[in-house]
């Protein structure tokens, strides 16, 4: 008996491997510099796949770029949730994510430079890191972990002090990571409610090896 997959299974399996291969492109273009104005010919080439299998993929080169910055962004979001499982305090994985997204840039370069350069357009997203950070917030904002307030507000808070952490890690290597992260994340927490002397304890509580969680 065949143990073949049906013809219909190998089409599908082949669409969805020509998918994954543009985005990926997409996604390597964007880390390198941000230039989303490369020619479809140069995508398809570097994906290894026809010029005409673009579009039956993306309608346009807009579709398929907003598409990789989803695909890094959710990545990113499951790695914190491999990293971080186990974890239930509101406040240790609001803390927890400024230190990891320091991290990252050595771990996962391209991802990081993909959130540098697009993360700003994704803050209020329903997808990678909005969405868990705005969980986290609702989930600290219902015990009182958190202060009383808009989580969607403080969302927006969140999501700018991170970009600019990432900005920091990267423009300016010199500076300690870990450090910024960790001082970061407890003028955050204080921000959101946690008095001085617990805020300075979370913000420095041991935090899992990403790198060694996430192969």
Avoid: W
Wanted: net charge negative; hydrophobic share 45%.
């Amino acid at each position: 008996m065949s143990t073949s997959a049906p013809p219909s299974n190998r089409f599908e399996r082949r669409r969805a491997e020509t998918r994954r291969a543009l985005v990926r492109a997409a996604r390597q273009i964007l880390a390198e510099s941000g230039d989303a104005s490369a020619s479809i010919q140069a995508i398809a080439e570097r994906a290894d796949v026809g010029f005409g299998s673009f579009y039956n993929h993306f309608d346009s080169k807009a579709e398929l770029f907003e598409a990789a910055v989803v695909d890094a962004l959710e990545e990113f979001g499951q790695a914190f949730d491999e990293c971080l499982a186990g974890i239930d305090d509101p406040a240790e994985l609001v803390a927890a994510g400024f230190r990891l997204s320091a991290r990252m840039a050595d771990s996962h370069p391209e991802l990081t430079q993909v959130l540098r350069r697009r993360g700003l357009g994704h803050i209020h997203s329903d997808n990678g890191l909005a969405r868990r950070a705005l969980r986290d917030l609702q989930v600290g904002i219902a015990s009182g972990r958190f202060t009383a307030m808009d989580p969607v507000v403080a969302l927006s808070a969140l999501g700018g002090a991170r970009l600019s952490l990432v900005e920091l890690r990267l423009a300016r290597p010199e500076v300690d990571g870990d450090e910024a992260a960790v001082n970061l994340a407890e003028m955050v927490l204080r921000m959101l409610g946690l008095s001085a002397e617990d805020a300075h304890e979370v913000a420095r509580r041991p935090l899992p090896n990403l790198s060694e969680q996430h192969t």
